[in-house]
C-alpha cells in the first residue's frame, strides 16, 4: 500500500484535514471542521467524488478529530487501515531557533509552549491540535513543520527591526516571516514551470489569501518578506491591517482608553478589506463595486496600492524580477486584483497578456504578454503537500530529493 500523510491544521476553532500520498502527491480526502466549541459545527469532507457534511456540536479539538475520523469511515477510508507514514501539523511560528520539520516528542512540545507569547492567536491552538492528534493517533511518528522556516535565514538588514538592541534580543524580537511553505513549494514550482534552474531566478511571490504576504527570492533563498515578528505587518488583508503606524497604538490606547487586547482584536480581525469594506470575500467586494458602494471601493483601492508597493519595493530589493508568481485565493483566482497590481509596470519589463489573465483556469499558467522580459505566472498553493513532503523527507520514507 502507498504511503500516506494526515496533515492537520489546527485554528482556534476549526481544524482543516488533509490525506495524502506524499510520493504522488494524490489527495485521498480533505475536510474542515469549523465552529468548534459552537451550538453546531461546520464539517465537510471530500473524498474522490463522495462530498459528506455535518452539522453536529463538536466540544473541542479532540472530538473535532473524531468527527474527522467518522467522516473518513463514511468516505470509506479507515485511518487504522492506511499505511500512515505521518501527522503533519502546520506550526505558525518556529521562534528563534526552530527551522526544520521535527518529529514531536514532549520535548518540542515544552518548547512549542515557551514561544506561545510570539504567536499568542496562531501557536496555542497548533499544540492543542498536536497534543489531541498524538492521542487519537498515538502509535504515528507527528511532524511539526513551521510556517516560519523558510526566512530564517533571511538577510540581517531584512530580518532586523531598527529598535533598541538590548530589548529585540532579549524578547527575541525580529522579522520571521509566515507563509513560507507556501512560498518555498511556489517558488520551486516556478522554477519547474519555466524550465530554469531555481539557483538563477529572482522571484517575487505574491500569497494573497485571507491572510496575504509578499517574498523577494534570489536563487531560491528569500531575502525579504512582508510578515514580520507576527503575520499582521505587510500587505493589506482579509480582516488583517497590514503596516499602520505603531503611534496608532499608543494613540488608541492614551486617547480612546482601549486595551491592548482590544486593539490587537480590531488590528487582526475588523482591519484590512474586511475593516475597510465590510467584506473579506473578493467576490461579494467585486460586486459591491459594481454596484457603486464607495467603501468597497476604498478597500479594493487600499488593498492595491499596498500591494504595488511592495511590489515596488521588491523590485528594488531584487534589481528586477526575473519571476513574478500570483498564488492563493485572491492571487489564483482574481484577474482584477492581478491587473490592477501590475498595471503600468512595462518600464520594469512587467506586461500582462489581458486574454490570458482574465481566462478561466486552473493549474499552473503563464499570464505575462509573449516577449515580456519578467514571467508572470499564477501558481496554486498546495501547503498540505509541501507539509506532507516535508514530514517523509525528515522520516526518511520519502521521495529523498528533499
Ligand atoms: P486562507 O488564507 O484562509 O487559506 P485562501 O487562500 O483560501 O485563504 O483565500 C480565500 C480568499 O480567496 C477568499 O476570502 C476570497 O476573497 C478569495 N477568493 C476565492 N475564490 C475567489 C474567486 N473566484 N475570485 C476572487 N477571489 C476569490
Same mark, same amino acid.
Given at each position: 500500500?502507498?504511503?500516506?500523510?494526515?496533515?492537520?491544521?489546527?485554528?482556534?476553532?476549526?481544524?482543516?484535514?488533509?490525506?495524502?500520498?506524499?510520493?504522488?502527491?494524490?489527495?485521498?480526502?480533505?475536510?474542515?471542521?469549523?465552529?468548534?466549541?459552537?451550538?453546531?459545527?461546520?464539517?465537510?469532507?471530500?473524498?474522490?467524488?463522495?462530498?459528506?457534511?455535518?452539522?453536529?456540536?463538536?466540544?473541542?479539538?479532540?472530538?473535532?478529530?473524531?468527527?474527522?475520523?467518522?467522516?473518513?469511515?463514511?468516505?470509506?477510508? +479507515?485511518?487504522?487501515?492506511?499505511?500512515?507514514?505521518?501527522?503533519?501539523?502546520?506550526?505558525? @511560528?518556529?521562534?528563534? $531557533?526552530?527551522?526544520?520539520?521535527?518529529?514531536?516528542?514532549?520535548?518540542? !512540545?515544552?518548547?512549542? +509552549?515557551?514561544?506561545?507569547?510570539?504567536?499568542? !492567536? @496562531?501557536?496555542?491552538?497548533?499544540?492543542?491540535?498536536?497534543?489531541?492528534?498524538?492521542? *487519537?493517533?498515538?502509535?504515528?511518528?507527528?511532524?511539526?513543520?513551521?510556517?516560519?522556516?523558510?526566512?530564517?535565514? !533571511?538577510?540581517?538588514?531584512?530580518?532586523?527591526?531598527?529598535?533598541?538592541? $538590548?530589548? *529585540?534580543?532579549? /524578547?527575541?524580537?525580529?522579522?520571521?516571516?509566515?507563509?513560507?511553505?507556501? @512560498?518555498? /513549494?511556489?517558488?520551486?514550482?516556478?522554477?519547474?514551470?519555466?524550465?530554469?534552474?531555481?539557483?538563477?531566478?529572482?522571484?517575487?511571490?505574491?500569497?494573497?489569501?485571507?491572510?496575504?504576504? *509578499?517574498?523577494?527570492?534570489?536563487?531560491?533563498?528569500?531575502?525579504?518578506?512582508?510578515?514580520?515578528?507576527?503575520?499582521?505587518?505587510?500587505?493589506?488583508?482579509?480582516?488583517?491591517?497590514? $503596516?499602520?503606524?505603531?503611534?496608532?497604538?499608543?494613540?488608541?490606547?492614551?486617547?480612546?482608553?482601549?486595551?491592548?487586547?482590544?486593539?490587537?482584536?480590531?488590528?487582526?480581525? +475588523?482591519?484590512?478589506?474586511?475593516?475597510?469594506?465590510?467584506?473579506?470575500?473578493?467576490?461579494? !467586494?467585486?460586486?459591491?463595486?459594481?454596484?457603486?458602494?464607495?467603501?468597497?471601493?476604498?478597500?479594493?483601492?487600499?488593498?492595491?496600492? +499596498?500591494?504595488?508597493? /511592495?511590489?515596488?519595493? /521588491?523590485?528594488?530589493?531584487?534589481?528586477?524580477?526575473?519571476?513574478?508568481?500570483?498564488?492563493?485565493?485572491?492571487?489564483?483566482? $482574481?484577474?482584477?486584483?492581478?491587473?490592477? *497590481?501590475?498595471?503600468?509596470?512595462?518600464?520594469?519589463?512587467?506586461?500582462?497578456?489581458? @486574454?490570458?489573465?482574465?481566462?478561466?483556469?486552473?493549474?499552473?499558467?503563464?499570464?505575462?504578454?509573449?516577449?515580456?522580459?519578467?514571467?508572470?505566472?499564477?501558481?496554486?498553493?498546495?501547503?498540505?503537500?509541501?507539509?506532507?513532503?516535508?514530514?517523509?523527507?525528515?522520516?526518511?520514507?520519502?521521495?529523498?530529493?528533499?
Amino acid at each position: 500500500m502507498t504511503q500516506s500523510v494526515l496533515v492537520l491544521n489546527s485554528g482556534s476553532s476549526s481544524v482543516k484535514f488533509q490525506l495524502l500520498e506524499p510520493d504522488s502527491g494524490r489527495s485521498l480526502a480533505e475536510g474542515i471542521v469549523e465552529r468548534i466549541g459552537e451550538g453546531s459545527s461546520a464539517a465537510a469532507l471530500t473524498a474522490g467524488t463522495t462530498h459528506l457534511e455535518r452539522n453536529d456540536p463538536v466540544a473541542d479539538h479532540a472530538a473535532a478529530l473524531r468527527t474527522m475520523a467518522s467522516l473518513l469511515e463514511e468516505a470509506g477510508i +479507515r485511518l487504522a487501515d492506511q499505511d500512515l507514514l505521518a501527522v503533519g501539523h502546520r506550526v505558525v @511560528h518556529g521562534g528563534p $531557533d526552530l527551522h526544520r520539520p521535527t518529529p514531536v516528542d514532549d520535548a518540542l !512540545l515544552d518548547r512549542l +509552549r515557551e514561544l506561545a507569547p510570539l504567536a499568542p !492567536l @496562531h501557536n496555542p491552538p497548533a499544540i492543542l491540535g498536536i497534543e489531541v492528534g498524538r492521542e *487519537a493517533l498515538p502509535d504515528v511518528p507527528h511532524v511539526a513543520v513551521f510556517d516560519t522556516a523558510f526566512f530564517s535565514d !533571511l538577510p540581517a538588514s531584512a530580518a532586523t527591526y531598527a529598535i533598541d538592541r $538590548d530589548v *529585540a534580543e532579549r /524578547y527575541r524580537i525580529r522579522r520571521y516571516g509566515f507563509h513560507g511553505t507556501s @512560498h518555498q /513549494y511556489v517558488s520551486e514550482q516556478a522554477a519547474v514551470f519555466l524550465d530554469r534552474p531555481l539557483t538563477s531566478l529572482r522571484q517575487i511571490v505574491l500569497h494573497l489569501g485571507n491572510g496575504a504576504s *509578499a517574498s523577494a527570492i534570489v536563487g531560491g533563498r528569500p531575502v525579504d518578506t512582508s510578515m514580520g515578528l507576527t503575520p499582521m505587518e505587510g500587505l493589506v488583508m482579509g480582516t488583517r491591517s497590514g $503596516d499602520i503606524d505603531p503611534g496608532i497604538i499608543f494613540y488608541l490606547n492614551r486617547t480612546a482608553g482601549m486595551e491592548v487586547g482590544d486593539i490587537e482584536s480590531m488590528l487582526n480581525r +475588523r482591519s484590512g478589506v474586511r475593516g475597510l469594506g465590510g467584506e473579506v470575500d473578493f467576490r461579494v !467586494l467585486h460586486q459591491r463595486i459594481e454596484s457603486g458602494d464607495e467603501a468597497a471601493r476604498l478597500a479594493y483601492d487600499v488593498y492595491i496600492h +499596498r500591494l504595488r508597493k /511592495y511590489i515596488g519595493a /521588491y523590485l528594488a530589493v531584487l534589481g528586477g524580477a526575473d519571476v513574478i508568481t500570483f498564488t492563493a485565493g485572491v492571487g489564483e483566482n $482574481d484577474p482584477a486584483v492581478r491587473r490592477d *497590481a501590475l498595471s503600468g509596470l512595462g518600464v520594469f519589463g512587467i506586461e500582462l497578456d489581458e @486574454h490570458l489573465n482574465e481566462s478561466p483556469a486552473s493549474g499552473a499558467r503563464r499570464i505575462s504578454a509573449e516577449g515580456a522580459p519578467t514571467a508572470v505566472l499564477v501558481i496554486p498553493t498546495d501547503e498540505e503537500l509541501a507539509i506532507a513532503r516535508a514530514c517523509a523527507d525528515v522520516l526518511g520514507g520519502g521521495r529523498g530529493d528533499g
